[in-house]
């Protein structure tokens, strides 16, 4: 079956540095999400990308980060300048978005545990 | 902003029994949502979904009611199972475009007791 992988699956960073996160999406799926979860707290929503750019950003989306599709396989997240509160769990997730049958079923990845230090 | 709420943090069920897991919504443009499982260390796995348009979906022993005029929906586990036992998501999307974002709730973590 299909399925969402992320590398690493934990990343330790010192404050300040840049940190690079990798997902390979479900081959024939469309869009492509980033999502994080800060230990104790809900999973939150980061940042969509469809068609090769943004669709939506969530505040929490600075412009510390950015979003790349460097290639037809991988999608990557990209932090410029870590800082401690950025300490969380970090899941890839992607999505056919099947408008005609109207099915929106998200399917994530194992996340990448960072540590910021 | 708690747009999804789920206001019970855990559940207990013996094996065998019914799970109702439960879900409240606020935003009115939700119309599509789904219930995900998550273990500890390991990314939300999808389990079922259900459109705005419908009020009930079934897949095996999970069973989805979405009632819109309260907005709440419920999953339903029947029989609950030990490998049942995880943090269970709600999550709610909006058709507002391209993104369809998730918005996740706070969720329940449901342990079944052989």
């Known amino acids: 079956e299909p399925e969402v992988t992320q590398t690493p699956s934990h990343q330790v960073t010192q404050m300040g540095q840049e940190v690079i996160l990798r997902c390979v999406p479900i081959?024939?799926?469309?869009?492509f999400y980033w999502y994080r979860q800060i230990l104790g707290q809900k999973v939150e929503f980061l940042v969509s990308?469809?068609?090769?750019?943004?669709?939506?950003k969530s505040e929490i989306f600075d412009d510390q980060f950015s979003v790349e599709r460097p290639d037809g396989s991988n999608f990557t997240l990209k932090i410029r300048s870590t800082k401690l509160e950025d300490s969380a769990m970090y899941f890839c997730?992607?999505?056919?978005?099947?408008?005609?049958?109207?099915?929106?079923?998200?399917?994530f990845g194992p996340g990448t545990r960072l540590t910021v230090t | 902003d708690q747009q999804v709420k789920q206001n019970s943090p855990s559940l207990s069920v013996q094996e065998g029994r019914i799970s109702i897991l439960n879900c409240d919504y606020t935003?009115?443009?939700?119309?599509?949502f789904l219930w995900y499982k998550k273990y500890p260390a390991e990314g939300p796995t999808f389990l079922i979904s259900i459109s705005s348009i419908k009020d009930k979906n079934e897949d095996g022993r999970f069973t989805v009611f979405l009632n819109k005029s309260a907005k709440h929906l419920s999953l339903h586990i029947v029989p609950s199972q030990p490998g049942d036992s995880a943090v269970y998501f709600c999550a709610a999307s909006a058709d507002g475009g391209a993104t369809n974002k998730l918005i996740f709730g706070t969720g329940t973590l449901l342990a079944v007791q052989p």
């Open positions: 935003n009115s443009m939700f119309d599509y």
């Open positions: 990308f469809y068609n090769n750019e943004i669709s939506e």
């Open positions: 081959s024939n799926h469309l869009y």
């Open positions: 997730a992607s999505s056919g978005g099947d408008r005609e049958r109207q099915t929106y079923e998200q399917y």
